[in-house]
């Protein structure tokens, strides 16, 4: 077991081959989840092409910007990506993005994500607008770092105050429509456009406190956390049924290998 506050999650290596054969869909974060110190590694490229070749799809499920993404996303051997914690998906290739959270005046959206960002700013005057902010549709965002854990429950509790959701990550914190997160962006998805899958085929991987959704069992029976999770695991209303032993882009491809394997195996 992996233990962190008295928080124990048991490893990767505790999940049955048999279960790990059915996978056939991997819903993951990035940033912390894919990356390794904020970059993609040579390893990660293999993983996501070996599970490619075994036609195991792998769809980006990510707080980064519709813009950002659009261009990532085409350039990776991925089943498309799903961007600003459920706010748009891109499908694989050059297929036109979809609008999972509807704004009927978008130049209105943005003024109010603003003005709530400023009032923020008036009793948190050290939070910085992300330099990404500006290639965004649906949320706003500013860096995280420097922020203690009862100043993030601060700022949620402002955001809720002004009618707005809040999350973070390892990287940004989010001021976003109430309703939108990485589990309802991707059940949208899911039941349209990819369904195929049962909720027994998907595995939903993550990090961080925007990926808490992503870790509700009603929803993903199997989830894993990669190590780095724990850093947050005990402020988590849902945890990962595991956790891998490498942390960030390496407990990725840990899972991978686990998943390849268990093909094999059944095969």
């Known amino acids: ?3 962190k506050s008295g928080l124990s999650l048991p490893p990767l290596s505790e999940v049955s081959s048999t279960s790990l054969s059915k996978i056939r869909l991997i819903a993951t974060d990035m940033d912390g989840t894919l990356t390794r110190r ?15 070749a075994a036609d195991i799809k792998v769809l980006i499920v990510t707080g980064r910007s519709a813009g950002w ?21 891109f499908p694989p290739g050059n297929q036109k993005p ?15 994500l603003a003005t709530t960002f400023e009032n923020l700013q008036t009793k948190f005057p050290q939070i910085q607008e992300s330099t990404d902010n500006r290639f965004r549709l649906t949320d706003w965002t500013f860096d995280v770092a420097g922020l203690r854990q009862d100043e993030l429950q601060t700022l949620d509790s402002l955001c809720q105050q002004m009618g707005w959701g809040f999350t973070y990550s390892n990287v940004q914190c989010h001021i976003k429509p109430q309703d939108q997160d990485k589990a309802v962006g991707l059940l949208q998805v899911l039941r349209k456009y990819l369904p195929q899958y049962s909720p027994e085929q998907i595995i939903t991987v993550g990090d961080s406190p925007n990926d808490e959704s992503l870790f509700d069992r009603r929803y993903f029976p199997v989830s ?4 780095n999770v724990l850093e947050y695991v005990n402020q988590l209303k849902y945890q990962p049924v595991y956790i891998t032993t490498a942390a960030e882009g390496e407990g990725f491809c840990e899972l991978s290998s686990y998943i390849l394997q268990s093909l094999h195996i059944s095969s």
Do not use: C, W
């Open 1 to 3: 077991m992996r233990e």
């Open 38 to 52: 904020g970059k993609f590694t040579p390893a990660l490229l293999q993983a996501l092409e070996d599970l490619a």
């Open 69 to 89: 993404v659009s261009g990532l996303s085409s350039l990776m051997p991925v089943a498309g990506a799903i961007a600003e914690n459920g706010g748009f998906y």
């Open 98 to 112: 979809v609008v999972l959270t509807p704004i009927p005046d978008l130049v209105q959206h943005r003024q109010h």
């Open 224 to 227: 894993v956390g990669v190590a």
